[in-house]
């Protein structure tokens, strides 16, 4: 049975399992006071854990095997030339490629056991983002109506919870998720994606300063302007794309007007010595700007960083080009978190669309394989210093049970605090319930 917690820390039936127990005559020997007790019990939100979430999407698919779930006595062609090394955590190891993370691991939860049926890029990463299959074939999101689409996790913390602060509730950078977007939600809970790299030296954010040559009494006066206007046509209900250019108006005008999401942006606040602690690469300095959104209040911060398909030469580039700076951002933030007293409510997930494949290809690499992965969680209500599930000796598939995208997904949203049983419908009427099916990952809660 699904359970959650109410205020009290009890655990209480979840509202499908009310359904269920009536259905049976279960109930036969509760008074009606005692039923309605349990009714309202039931109906109650689910107390947050997390007030944000930084999702990290190492897009491509990093190797599991040869960062998080080592198999030191598989065959050669298995195993790979890395070795394992202690952490901090007696008894837990981890790739030699992750020593920064080694020393964090006690602030970790390791998840082993992750495995999902897809092993395409696009559809993949929709699938993790979403918990839908989608409805177009690998590599054709792009023509695809929004109306069409499933909507993706940061949209839906968007809907569901709101704005915090002064910055959008739902950020992505550097780029855009790939299939992360509102879907049939519609524009005005699409993310505001700042489509540049902070780790570069002319980093700015797009439209957050008023036009050039434009006074600021110019633009209030704009404003005013606008407001009469907008008075004028209320008689008649803007709808269609005049409404979401006005969703997408006002978004900016915020964002324009609010001197604390300007500085929320401004990473030339931090100092050259934080700055150098996240590393001076684009996931390290994306994963600073995301505790400063966290800071400001964003509610879900998408750090899209990609080349993680690593077909040919995949040693080379995990030990040169991928696994270093991902260790390092990963260390800083957590780390930098935690000293700030924000580690317990800002959750952190870092992962890929897949796993690479157990067995070495003829080009050095490894190919697509999403039947076992490996996903890091740590702060927002996850337990700390422990590995959760295990995989066989290739780390081909789970031994112990296997957790699938649903799961994840219900176990975000749990901690978030958003009911993933409840249902929203498409423009057609169709009721698409937040998550569809799949079970809480109790293993991994504090």
Known sequence: MAESRNR????????????????????????????????????????????????????????????WDMKPNAPREIRGPFQPISTVVPGTQIS??????????????????????????????????????????DGQAKGVPFNELYPSIGSIVSRELGPRGAVPPYIELPNPLGPGGPGFYGARYAPFTINNDPVQADFRVPDLEIPAGITREQFERRQRLLRQAEKLGQSEQASGGAATLGEYYARAVDLVTAPEARRAFDLQAESAEMRERYGYSSIGQCALMARRLVEAGCRFIGIDHGSWDTHFDNFSSHEKTLVPPTDRALTALITDLDERGILDETLVVMMGEMGRTPRINKDAGRDHWSQCQTVILAGGGIRRGIVVGASDETASYPTTQPYGIQDLLRTVFHLLGVDADQVHHTPTGRPVPIVNGGHRIDEVLA
């Open 96 to 137: 030699e490629l992750l020593p920064l993370s080694a020393g964090i691991v006690d602030r970790l939860t390791i998840l082993r056991s992750h495995s999902h049926k897809d092993n395409a890029h696009q559809t993949g990463r929709h699938w993790v983002l979403t918990g839908y299959p989608p409805s177009f074939a």
């Open 8 to 67: 009290a820390g009890v655990k209480r039936p979840a509202r499908r399992d009310m359904l269920r127990i009536g259905g049976t005559g279960l109930l036969g020997g509760l008074s009606l006071p005692a039923l309605l007790q349990l009714q309202a019990e039931a109906a109650l939100p689910t107390a947050p854990r997390a007030r944000s979430c930084i999702f990290f999407m190492l897009e491509g698919g990093p190797s599991h095997i040869d960062m």
